[in-house]
């Protein structure tokens, strides 16, 4: 049994969203971490401490409350964005990508996800996949086009002609 009472976990879970929403990731990670079990208990707190501390730009930290939100709640596409967006900071591109693998697979028609997608996979050499990603994104959400030109995870493909015909670059 749940030694938190589920208003308490409702109080903090409200008072770390409203500091994130405040730009204020310092105090949302600090209500956060004075309630450790409580926090590790729950999804959605440890979600909201893994964006807290992605946030403050402390990825590797951000890594092991994100994946434990995951455990709790494994077909969350926020915290699997959140979470590759990490991996890719900390030099692990497999595992980012396999994350937004995850999150697509969960939710095919979200632009984001293909777009992030396309950059990692452009990251990692991968034209084909990069490109198919790319247009997926493009074709669910054309405002992502204006997104590519000032995007350097896009800088291995620049000059390939698919990728200038399918973005106008």
Known sequence: MNSYPRDRVERLRREAEGYLELGMPQQSFQALQRHGKLVHGDARVCYLMGES?????RHSEAIFPLRRSLELIPDSM?????LAWCYKRVGKLD???DALEHAVHL???EAIL???????W???QNRRRALQHLANALEIDGNFRDM????PDFDPM???PLFRSLTGV
């Open 53 to 57: 501390l992605r946030e403050l730009r």
């Open 107 to 109: 939710e095919p028609g």
């Open 122 to 124: 452009s990251l990692a």
């Open 158 to 160: 620049r000059a390939d």
């Open 78 to 82: 926020h915290t699997s964005l959140s």
């Open 148 to 151: 590519v030109y000032d995007e």
């Open 114 to 120: 293909h777009y992030n997608l396309a950059c990692y």
């Open 95 to 97: 595992r980012a990508i």
